[in-house]
């Protein structure tokens, strides 16, 4: 399987995944973040039966997804600096996606928005669909920095600090 060291490298690192439905980004059950593992070997069963996978965010998997779906989005990134920081990062139909270490001091929530970025903090129950999932209007998500390349960098904590000004 093509994305098994990326797996491995980010359970290695305390990421837990949830099984969705397939070619959506819905996860599959109800309490679906008390069903989630650390098992690459199960992940991959998920995968080759079609399933898609995403990743749990926050304190569970101590991971934050900073995302953004507008090239604005993008911009907004670059001028806080966060383009610079290498980190796992990945593309979807719409965007793309940054892994960054997950901090005790974030506030806990799901996400928040700041202009064109969306921080996905986790809070009580957030996921983010991982490569090699399907998007529901087509295509494939796709590591562009995968986490068998380069670990999960720290936080750049001048996000949060767009968030609250």
């Not at 690192?13 to 973040?33: I, N």
């Not at 960054?100 to 669909?129: C, H, N, Y």
């Not at 490569?131 to 390349?149: D, L």
């Amino acid at each position: 399987m093509d994305n098994l060291p990326e797996l491995t490298a980010l359970a290695a690192g305390g990421a837990r995944f949830v099984r969705l439905a397939r070619g959506e980004k819905r996860p599959l059950g109800c309490a679906w973040q008390t069903k989630s593992t650390d098992a690459v070997d199960v992940v991959a069963a998920w995968l080759r039966s079609g399933s898609n996978v995403g990743l749990l965010l926050g304190e569970a998997s101590a991971l934050v997804d900073v995302e953004y779906d507008e090239p604005a989005g993008r911009d907004q990134l670059a001028a806080f600096g966060v383009l610079d920081l290498p980190t796992p990062t990945w593309r979807s139909a719409r965007g793309e996606h940054r892994l960054f270490r997950w901090a005790p001091w974030m506030p806990p929530t799901a996400a928040l928005k700041v202009d064109e970025i969306e921080i996905r903090i986790g809070g009580r129950a957030a996921q983010s669909v991982l490569p090699p999932s399907r998007h529901p209007a087509g295509g494939t998500y796709e590591w562009i920095v995968p986490p068998s390349v380069v670990p999960v960098a720290e936080f750049p904590a001048q996000l949060l600090a767009g968030a609250y000004a």
